[in-house]
């Protein structure tokens, strides 16, 4: 299967976010928190076999929710994609809490069904919804859902977040979107949502030649031999 998975709202510069910001009362921004979490979406359907793009807006070059739009369906428009996927967080006066997720007819919904029933492990389900007005579900080439993984402007929800962590949470929403279990972990992710320190490698140098031709020949000898071996010139 081929995902499109994109970030909703974008940053339009000059410290103009269009999304929802819940830091005020102890949450988080929107467009930010899923700027960080949907490369591991990405990843995780990855490591399930999939093919997945991911789409975010390029920051500081849209100014307008029409910017938006058009980038967003015209980046999806470009993909011959099974399921496109925009990630968003809910806001409602700091009060309310819960996941979501819409889409523009049944065969959507259920999709969304099965993203809120995993999301709905660690928040308050809200449950799927058919919405034909918006602008992802209505326009976007392929079948489309829109997530509200939780409401970013609840401090216990956003508390529930940090503490499962952006791996954890992007596994998740995989899982909705395939409908399955994946096992095993990502490479290079923490639970933390942080990236692993990278293994250290060590490299070998076998000469330095003060002529092109002689240090041609080494390489040749090392591919012949089995080695991988590049020419760098300092």
């Known amino acids: 299967m081929n995902y499109f998975i994109c970030v909703g709202h974008a940053d339009y510069g000059n410290g103009v976010i269009s999304s929802a910001d819940g830091t005020g009362c102890g949450g988080v921004n929107e467009y930010k928190y899923n ?6 979406v990405v990843e995780w359907l990855k490591k399930a076999g999939h093919k997945a793009t991911l789409c975010i807006a390029p920051e500081g070059q849209l100014h307008s929710l029409n910017d ?10 470009k993909q011959n994609c099974d399921l496109s ?3 968003h967080l809910n806001a409602f006066n ?3 809490h819960g996941c979501e997720a819409y ?19 660690i928040w308050d389900n809200r449950g799927p919804q058919i919405k034909t007005g918006l ?28 503490k499962l962590g952006f791996d954890a949470h992007a596994k998740l929403i995989a899982e909705g979107i395939i409908g399955k279990n994946i096992t095993g972990d990502t490479s290079t992710k923490t639970n933390s949502g ?3 320190k990278p293994t250290t490698r060590y490299y070998v140098q076998v000469g330095a030649y003060a002529k092109k031709t ?4 080494m390489v040749d000898k090392l591919k012949k031999a089995g080695f991988d071996a590049i020419i760098k010139k300092k």
């Open 35 to 40: 700027k960080e979490l949907a490369p591991y």
């Open 68 to 77: 938006e739009i058009n980038y967003f369906i015209g980046e999806e428009g």
């Open 85 to 87: 996927v925009q990630l």
């Open 94 to 96: 700091g009060n309310a």
């Open 103 to 121: 889409a523009y007819n049944e065969a959507g919904k259920e999709v969304a069904a099965r993203i809120c029933e995993k999301l709905g492990t």
């Open 135 to 162: 602008y992802w579900t209505r326009k976007t080439k392929a079948k489309a859902v829109l997530i509200e993984s939780f409401f970013c402007d609840s401090k216990s929800d956003y508390e529930k977040a940090k």
């Open 194 to 196: 942080s990236t692993k």
């Open 214 to 217: 002689n240090a041609k020949e």
